[in-house]
């Protein structure tokens, strides 16, 4: 971290003066006498700083300082109390919310600074915005060995000004050496880069991703002072990918800094090395797989016409296999029932990959995790790899489908495998399960067969992240599979170990390691009262035009809550509660001869005024907030779910009564 030489100064004379406070220097002196006389032996061995700084540590007097020394980056004399995080996040907010930055001195940090972007030349066209006006915005997220940052949104431009810090911290993944300062030699063998993806948010609030960039911060190693500057060229995304979106200028500085640097030739020659390793390996399995797919053909000419998907693009145009794009992730905290995941998967966004031009074809694009994570919103393929990396995380045996729904649309879906044999299929785009039991073809007429209630109509393959399994029954119809995956004469089986080789925990994979998930900064409660209040004004509004008063009855506005509140509880868990109470509150309500109306709706965004331009589109609705008649009284609730990465379920209900007038 660079300062100024004048704040330089002026944080060595606060150290100064504090360790002369609290006597440090005799303290120091007394341990380094006694050490001495405990440490060193007849033969007067060298007295490393490191023994030296040992002993400090063990009497506690390393402790204090950085106990007394406070960090506080405000000129708030307020006392603020945070625990210590393993990484900080330097970021401007208006206003400002600037809080103590913890740092460990016996860690190893990279300080990531965002000094600017240029040529970014899609906005080239683009107006200075005024002050106050909302413009669209760009927001930098980044991820590294399991830390996740993301910067403050800039206005979209030629030039955005970005100014960001990020302090990354460096650090092994084994518990044993997590407290111990790494190395240069420790660090050029952590081949994790620094995976960066480029958000713009319209005016509209609705995301796009613009790059996704993967860092080698590995250079600053070898650079003087352990300061270095490059320039990131960032390239587009799915059909875009051969064409620049824009440059960042970042600067890169070790903190603290490296007793010894590698040269150049070096670090090259270990780059080098990591590619011919992950080339060779890819090619082997390259080779494996087209084996592998001649033998699959020669089961049934057939086969061919079938979705059997062994490579999928990602954002960038680059080639993976399927089973790397499949890790188990554990949710922590956030998530704490496998159906609870599956709604936390289904309430993010569904998005098809953009075409350009016309032809009605697929645009293929299965995103890294970073990137669906941070637009909030992705394809069916994206939601599947999702959903089944999460259900692996709680310890089911889960499985992506591919393969089609109604109308031969390509699709995917999740499959879990029960011990006692039962077939669940899991759809990533609403939370709906199913349980699978096949047709049989060859039982007597008479004998009642299964109706299949999933909007599944073929499968070609099944894959997770140890497991690849092509469907070689004499049919594909979803309906009369089965899923015995044990059974090489219906389901013909790839090569764990060429799995295993390019897909980790048994590699190096191209594909980044998964981000860990992040909590929701939405505060459910403020967000519902702001969306019910901005449907009152519409709501009022709409009547007005109509010519119709608008008259609230905040009561019973409020007994609407219980029944949104069952509506979550339904679609997370599958158990429907509290109806009965819900019911007998409203007939409380509403007096003898009038009548009560209601319409619940559900929506995983939060804009107002589009959720009430889709709601007048339901002529149940239109009804209720057109109402005619006497005694009109209207009622509007909403309830915000939050779920991790700020994605959320909104429900909404709109009701009203009336004296009925026959």
Avoid at 263 to 273: C, D, G, M, R, W
Avoid at 333 to 356: C, K, M, N, W
Avoid at 610 to 625: G, K, M, N, V, Y
Avoid at 647 to 662: D, P, Q
Wanted: aromatic share 8%; hydrophobic share 35%; proline share 6%.
């Amino acid at each position: 971290m660079s300062l100024p030489p004048e704040k330089a100064s002026e944080l060595k004379k606060i150290i100064h003066q504090q360790l002369v406070k609290m006597d440090v220097h005799g303290r120091i002196r007394e341990v380094l006498a006694e050490t001495i006389r405990e440490e060193l032996a007849p033969e007067h061995q060298q007295l490393s700083t490191e023994d030296l700084i040992k002993a400090l540590r063990q009497r506690g007097i390393i402790d204090d300082v950085m106990k007394d020394l406070k960090f506080v980056t405000d000129g708030n004399e307020k006392e603020r109390t945070s625990a210590p995080k393993p990484s900080t996040h330097f970021i401007d907010r208006e206003p400002p919310d600037l809080k103590k930055t913890n740092i460990d001195p016996t860690r190893r940090y990279l300080y990531l600074q965002v000094l600017g972007g240029k040529a970014f030349l899609e906005h080239l066209q683009e107006p200075e915005p005024l002050p106050g006006q909302i413009c669209s915005t760009f927001t930098l997220c980044l991820h590294f060995r399991n830390q996740r940052f993301r910067s403050k949104p800039v206005a979209c431009a030629c030039d955005p000004d970005f100014r960001d810090g990020f302090l990354l911290e460096v650090h092994k993944d084994s518990l044993g050496d997590g407290s111990k300062m790494v190395d240069a030699t420790t660090m050029l063998s952590i081949c994790d880069p620094v995976h960066m993806v480029l958000i713009k948010t319209d005016t509209f609030g609705e995301t796009t991703l613009v790059a996704s960039y993967f860092l080698e911060w590995r250079s600053v190693l070898a650079a003087e002072n352990g300061i270095t500057n490059v320039a990131v060229e960032l390239l587009g995304v799915g059909t875009e990918s051969k064409v620049s979106a824009g440059v960042l200028n970042i600067r890169l500085e070790m903190y603290p800094q490296l007793d010894k640097m590698l040269s150049p030739e070096v670090i090259n020659t270990q780059f080098a090395l990591e590619r011919q390793k992950t080339a060779e390996k890819e090619r082997l399995f390259l080779v494996y797989a087209k084996q592998w797919w001649r033998e699959y053909l020669q089961i049934r000419p057939t086969h061919s016409t079938r979705l059997v998907k062994i490579f999928a693009q990602d954002e960038n145009g680059v080639n993976h296999p399927v089973c790397s794009y499949i890790r188990p992730l554990r949710a922590g905290r956030l998530l704490d029932t496998p159906r609870q995941a599956a709604r936390f998967v289904s309430v993010l966004g569904y998005e098809r990959a953009p075409v350009i031009g016309g032809g009605g074809g697929k645009q293929e694009q299965w995103c890294t995790l970073l990137a669906f994570l941070c637009r909030n919103k992705g394809d069916c393929e994206d939601h599947a790899n999702l959903l089944c990396s999460l259900l692996l995380g709680f310890g089911l045996e889960a499985f992506v489908c591919v393969g089609t729904k109604g109308k031969g649309v390509p699709h995917s879906w999740v499959m879990t495998l029960g011990t006692d044999g039962t077939v669940t299929f899991w759809e990533s785009l609403t939370g709906h399960r199913y349980i699978h039991r096949p047709i049989k073809p060859d039982d007597p007429p008479l004998v009642e067969q299964p109706k299949p209630l999933y909007p599944y109509r073929t499968i070609g393959c099944v894959f997770n992240h140890q497991k690849f399994f092509g469907n070689c029954q004499p049919s594909d119809a979803v309906e009369v599979c089965v899923f015995d995956l044990h059974d090489g004469s219906k389901w013909k089986p790839m090569s764990g170990e060429a799995i295993k080789s390019v897909c980790p925990p048994g590699s190096t994979s191209s594909v980044p390691p998964f981000p860990p998930l992040c909590d929701s900064t939405i505060d459910a409660a403020i967000a519902s009262n702001e969306m019910e209040l901005q449907l009152r004004l519409l709501v009022s509004e709409h009547r007005k035009d109509l010519g119709l008063s608008t008259v609230w009855d905040d009561h019973l506005s409020y007994l609407l809550s219980p029944a949104l509140a069952a509506y979550e509880l339904e679609r997370a868990t599958s158990i429907s509660a509290g109806n009965e109470e819900f019911q007998d509150a409203v007939r409380r309500a509403v007096p003898d001869g009038h009548t009560f109306k209601g319409f619940p709706i559900h929506f995983v965004y939060r804009n107002a005024r589009r959720a009430f331009a889709t709601c007048l589109r339901s002529p149940f609705c239109e009804e209720i907030i057109c109402c005619t008649g006497d005694q009109v009284r209207l009622a509007v609730r909403v309830r915000v779910f939050a779920y991790p990465e700020s994605a959320c379920a909104v429900w909404i209900m709109f009701a009203c009564k009336y004296r009925s007038v026959l």
